[in-house]
């Protein structure tokens, strides 16, 4: 069939909309530690997936051949974190999730520990990072009500006064690690408290892996400049239904209490 030239010349002069729009959203390079785990996967899936930043990196131990377009590894030399090698970034993602035993791959990464948050925070800071999104793991009742939703340590205060111009932390609740017993005593005791988990609140119930990367890619989307410490109860809030309004309201209580405490 013959091609009419005013179509031709119609389609030629249509915009194209798709990558321009990918052109114009990516913000800079992107490092990530702690990319292992069901969390940690799914964060690298959702950030680096959705090719919003120009490059993703990814803490590793071991060198390792890069499976995702985009995607390439930072190996970190068996030294302390002070005396690594810069590397250049602009927004940066730590979660703390252990690697599952079954992924060979997830062996090779870095994985944090929550005693190296000062110390890598520095280091990113010095690697040129802005924005830093934190995913810290909380253990269902065990933080009081007045720090849920401030600084809960130390470590934490010194994560603030790196510099950065965005700190977001996530309190994400997770499940309570197996127990081992080493006596038929402690299994007793251990079996007769476990009415006690049933007493948690719905709300510090542990929120799927997806839902808590879709929240992190979300907030490093609208959250302002300063500090925003989501709790559990508003990381749970979030996952059960639209989560940019909580959200927004999050965000925008945090504005209205600075303005109303000057």
């Given at each position: 069939?013959?091609?009419?030239?005013?179509?031709?010349?119609?389609?030629?002069?249509?915009?194209?909309?798709?990558?321009?729009?990918?052109?114009?959203?990516?913000?800079?390079?992107?490092?990530?530690?702690?990319?292992?785990?069901?969390?940690?996967?799914?964060?690298?899936?959702?950030?680096?997936?959705?090719?919003?930043?120009?490059?993703?990196?990814?803490?590793?131990?071991?060198?390792?051949?890069?499976?995702?377009?985009?995607?390439?590894?930072?190996?970190?030399?068996?030294?302390?974190?002070?005396?690594?090698?810069?590397?250049?970034?602009?927004?940066?993602?730590?979660?703390?999730?252990?690697?599952?035993?079954?992924?060979?791959?997830?062996?090779?990464?870095?994985?944090?520990?929550?005693?190296?948050?000062?110390?890598?925070?520095?280091?990113?800071?010095?690697?040129?990072?802005?924005?830093?999104?934190?995913?810290?793991?909380?253990?269902?009742?065990?933080?009081?009500?007045?720090?849920?939703?401030?600084?809960?340590?130390?470590?934490?205060?010194?994560?603030?006064?790196?510099?950065?111009?965005?700190?977001?932390?996530?309190?994400?609740?997770?499940?309570?690690?197996?127990?081992?017993?080493?006596?038929?005593?402690?299994?007793?005791?251990?079996?007769?408290?476990?009415?006690?988990?049933?007493?948690?609140?719905?709300?510090?119930?542990?929120?799927?892996?997806?839902?808590?990367?879709?929240?992190?890619?979300?907030?490093?989307?609208?959250?302002?400049?300063?500090?925003?410490?989501?709790?559990?109860?508003?990381?749970?809030?979030?996952?059960?239904?639209?989560?940019?309004?909580?959200?927004?309201?999050?965000?925008?209580q945090e504005r209205n209490e600075a303005v109303a405490g000057l």
């Open positions: 069939m013959a091609l009419d030239p005013l179509q031709a010349l119609q389609a030629a002069n249509r915009a194209v909309p798709p990558a321009t729009a990918v052109a114009t959203t990516t913000a800079g390079t992107l490092l990530i530690a702690g990319a292992t785990g069901a969390l940690g996967q799914e964060l690298l899936r959702r950030l680096a997936g959705g090719h919003r930043f120009a490059h993703v990196r990814v803490l590793s131990r071991e060198p390792m051949r890069d499976g995702m377009r985009g995607v390439e590894t930072c190996l970190c030399p068996g030294l302390p974190i002070a005396q690594w090698g810069l590397t250049s970034a602009d927004t940066a993602v730590i979660a703390f999730d252990p690697p599952r035993l079954y992924h060979g791959r997830e062996r090779a990464l870095w994985v944090p520990q929550p005693s190296d948050l000062p110390e890598l925070s520095r280091w990113l800071r010095a690697c040129g990072v802005q924005t830093l999104a934190i995913v810290q793991p909380h253990d269902q009742g065990r933080l009081p009500e007045a720090l849920k939703r401030g600084l809960a340590s130390l470590d934490e205060q010194a994560v603030v006064a790196s510099g950065f111009e965005r700190v977001i932390l996530l309190r994400s609740a997770r499940k309570p690690p197996n127990a081992r017993f080493a006596n038929p005593a402690e299994r007793l005791a251990a079996w007769m408290l476990s009415i006690m988990r049933f007493m948690v609140p719905t709300s510090e119930q542990p929120v799927r892996p997806s839902k808590v990367a879709e929240l992190v890619d979300m907030a490093l989307r609208i959250a302002p400049a300063g500090v925003h410490v989501a709790a559990p109860e508003l990381v749970w809030e979030a996952a059960q239904g639209e989560m940019q309004p909580v959200l927004r309201r999050w965000l925008g």
